[in-house]
């Protein structure tokens, strides 16, 4: 069964970089079926999407995020990262990581199957 | 971007009983929905997909059901480890993937 554990650090300092990587085991991040997702959740907050990539480096992000945000593939460690610059006391949130599955009965449409626990990350100044 | 709306934001159930769980989409998203089950400390965990399959080793008592704008989660029966807070994910329009704002399934 495939698992993905978020790591990094759960303390950064205003305007500083964010920065978390996901181990994935049981299966490889290479598969052509699957993307490769980053979701957050601020305290009492909902589920924000951030942004996807597929092993070949092919990524889509969240437009209100995308003039800070860089995703990244490492296919020989079956890792990716996720790098958010300019951190603000907003983006202090619960981050997941998450595979994400195409339909078989129709391309073009990933939904998350398999999620990490979470990493929680504090922006403090 | 697609707005879901998830009610009520909390559901007061006894064990036993059937729970009806509902998410509506700001405009159609087909069925290219989803349902989550969320615990403290524990990844969150697929229910259903594209609306009504159960997802891998979910019991049958989770039903989905709905297409386009209104869909529902339907847990029969309930037993003390289904007490969670649900949330909903469509996958229709994208970027960028929205999930519902969740509802607490409590013990009455």
């Known amino acids: 069964q495939v698992q993905l554990q978020e790591s990094g650090p759960g303390l950064v300092k205003s305007s500083e970089t964010l920065s978390l990587t996901c181990t994935v085991s049981g299966g490889s991040i290479s598969s052509s079926y699957y993307y490769w997702g980053w979701i957050r959740q601020p305290p009492g907050k909902g589920l924000e999407w951030i942004g996807s990539?597929?092993?070949?480096?092919?990524?889509y992000y969240n437009a209100s995020l995308r003039s800070r945000l860089s995703i990244s593939v490492d296919t020989s460690k079956n890792q990716f990262s996720l790098k958010l610059s300019s951190a603000t006391a907003a983006d202090t949130a619960l981050y997941y990581c998450?595979?994400?599955?195409?339909?078989?009965?129709?391309?073009?449409?990933?939904?998350?199957?398999?999620w990490g626990r979470g990493r929680l990350v504090t922006v403090s100044s | 971007e697609i707005v879901l709306t998830q009610s009520p934001a909390t559901l007061s159930v006894s064990p036993g009983e059937r729970a009806t769980l509902s998410c509506r989409a700001s405009?159609?998203?087909?069925?290219?929905l989803a349902w989550y089950q969320q615990k403290p400390g524990q990844a969150p965990r697929l229910l259903i997909y594209?609306?009504?399959t159960r997802a891998t080793d979910i019991p049958a008592r989770f039903r989905g059901s709905g297409s386009g704008t209104e869909f529902t989660l339907t847990i029969s029966s309930l037993q003390s480890e289904d007490f969670a807070v649900y949330f909903c994910h469509q996958y229709n329009n994208w970027p960028p993937y929205t999930f519902g704002q969740g509802t607490k399934l409590e013990i009455k």
């Open positions: 594209d609306a009504s």
């Open positions: 990539i597929y092993y070949s480096g092919g990524a």
């Open positions: 998450a595979r994400q599955k195409q339909r078989t009965t129709a391309a073009g449409f990933y939904y998350f199957d398999y």
């Open positions: 405009q159609s998203v087909n069925s290219n």
